[in-house]
């Protein structure tokens, strides 16, 4: 039986996670009859073409592209002077050279020209963070006959991506790893459990995927049983063969405590859950002096790759949802059908 939002065999979408996969990925997981997804925020125009070539070669399944909708705003010299003043004894520690940082964005949102690339491809579904893009890029996936996604973290975003032609709207709560999609506030105190806002979405005339915290078959059932159309699972694909999730970042999982993670705008600028570490500790989570979304990055990636290359995970963003559960020796396909296992047909 298809799914009627998904088009695909199985009620349940692969999270997009940047820096921790590629198509291979999304390929396995449409393979497996769910809806794989390809994370493409950070790619290139040359890499954006190869992935899509992999995923149109490799399977003929529906496949969901994820872009952001971010607004990017100025990074002045007074911001980067405080943010380096505040790092400036991790640089001194790891021999980081700040003279070749820059203050250009090192992501940025969907526009023609990406629209221009894969529209070839008629990618199924799209999936966007942050919002929407302008209503003319929305015209255009729709006209391919293409599925419009967005994340929602409150019941007025999911109103708003109704109102703005949106096809369902993936209900992510505060439970889940990598990036918050929110748009319309950016205060944390507003943002409710991936249950309580199910709950309140689930009572628009929309379809609503739940996002955040499910990494059993029971909880798949749970959300089945709230009203939801599909589940979106991220964190529990994080140690399968397929990912590309580094051997620090999986050494992490395999021994990390539970309730160990937190919200942070360290690494990007923007709130994201990942497992606390050194850098997180040392400084708190959300110091005022980061620089807005995406512009932290640019000097935490420089940090990262020192630190990593000594085997430190201290300044890397070990994303993950707030329930995570050790699956090794384990493939997509496997991990899916586990979880599927709670979706009655």
Known sequence: MTNSVLKTELAIIQAPMAGVQNAKLAVAVCEAGGLGSLPCAMLSAELLKSELDYLSQHTDKPYNLNFFCHQTSDYTLAQQTAWHNLLTPYFDEFAVDVSQFTRNASRQPINQQIIDIIAPYTPAVVSFHFGLPSREIVSQIKAWGGTVLSSATTLDEARWLQANGA????????????????????????????????????????????AGGICTAEDVAQYQALGVAAVQVGSAYLLCEEATTSALH????????????????????????????????????????????????????????????????????????????????????????????????
């Open 167 to 210: 096809d369902a709207v993936i209900a992510q709560g505060i439970e889940a790893g990598g990036h918050r999609g929110h748009f319309l506030s950016m205060d944390l105190s507003l943002q409710p459990t991936t249950a309580q806002l199910v709950r309140e979405c689930v009572e628009l005339d929309i379809p609503v995927i739940a």
């Open 250 to 345: 999986r050494e992490v999982l395999k021994t990390v405590a539970p309730d160990s993670t937190e919200l942070t705008t360290l690494f990007s600028g923007r709130p994201a859950r990942g497992i606390s570490n050194r850098v997180m500790q040392e400084l708190g989570a959300m110091p005022e002096q980061a620089p807005p979304f995406p512009y932290a990055s640019i000097a935490m990636t420089a940090l990262r790759a020192k630190a990593e290359a000594k085997g430190d995970s201290g300044f890397s963003p070990l994303w993950c949802g707030e329930r995570f559960i050790v699956r090794e020796g384990i493939n997509a396909q496997q991990i899916t059908r586990l979880l599927m296992q709670g979706w009655q047909s």
